[in-house]
T-cell receptor
Framework: ETGVTQTPRHLVMGMTNKKSLKCEQH?????MYWYKQSAKKPLELMFV???????ENNSVPSRFSPECPNSSHLFLHLHTLQPEDSALYLC?????????????FGQGTRLTVV | AQKITQTQPGMFVQEKEAVTLDCTYD???????LFWYKQPSSGEMIFLIY??????QNATEGRYSLNFQKARKSANLVISASQLGDSAMYFC?????????????FGDGTTLTVKP
């Protein structure tokens, strides 16, 4: 248990569905991140939130919509996804400004788009 | 230019032997931190070890040690006495002092397989 909880762990959705991924941390961290990890590919940073404000969007398609209602919760809303969006989605949190502290990751949501 | 380079896509090691996983990095920031993470097949990223750019000594954590060569910009992970449970993907990552919200940049990873 790392202190970062992601739900659901597995998700299968059709291309016309709308679903949301949830991430929760109670570590007191002020920064949260979404990463995408496709099979045999490196981690891709998608979004960065610092004190609930989005500070980075790495050219992510609009079919992915993040939401950060408070410093402890982060959502990724999904709609009209494509099969190539199938991947492991990892949420992480860290203490921004404390460079010597590691990021804590959730166990990920394994998403399959059919 | 890639900030973190891991040149070994896959590595094999015999159980109980030591193995070195390579990592080189690129930054102009004098203050940065280097991290290694382990990702088993379950998917979770597990923090292993940290090295700060100003640390004088190489970091060690149990069977993990970091061979930090600042002038060469390398931060290789050494795993001693390999165990079957060490089979996983390993990522090198860097946090620079001036980056947005402390985000980490990751390498492409090295898949380690420990043979019995």
């Amino acid at each position: 248990e790392t202190g970062v909880t992601q739900t659901p762990r597995h998700l299968v959705m059709g291309m016309t569905n709308k679903k949301s991924l949830k991430c929760e941390q109670h570590l007191g961290h002020n920064a949260m991140y979404w990463y995408k990890q496709s099979a045999k590919k490196p981690l891709e940073l998608m979004f960065v939130y610092n004190f609930k404000e989005q500070t980075e969007n790495n050219s992510v398609p609009s079919r992915f919509s993040p939401e950060c209602p408070n410093s402890s919760h982060l959502f990724l809303h999904l709609h009209t996804l494509q099969p190539e969006d199938s991947a492991l989605y990892l949420c992480a949190s860290s203490q921004a400004g404390a460079m010597n502290t590691e990021a804590f990751f959730g166990q990920g949501t394994r998403l399959t788009v059919v | 230019a890639q900030k973190i380079t891991q040149t070994q896509p896959g590595m094999f090691v015999q159980e109980k032997e030591a193995v070195t996983l390579d990592c080189t990095y690129d930054t102009s920031d004098p203050s940065y931190g280097l991290f290694w993470y382990k990702q088993p097949s379950s998917g979770e990223m597990i923090f292993l070890i940290y090295q700060g750019s100003y640390d004088q000594q190489n970091a060690t954590e149990g069977r993990y040690s970091l061979n930090f060569q600042k002038a060469r910009k390398s931060a290789n992970l050494v795993i001693s006495a390999s165990q079957l449970g060490d089979s996983a993907m390993y990522f090198c990552a860097m946090r620079e002092d001036n980056t947005n919200a402390g985000k980490s940049t990751f390498g492409d990873g090295t898949t380690l397989t420990v043979k019995p």
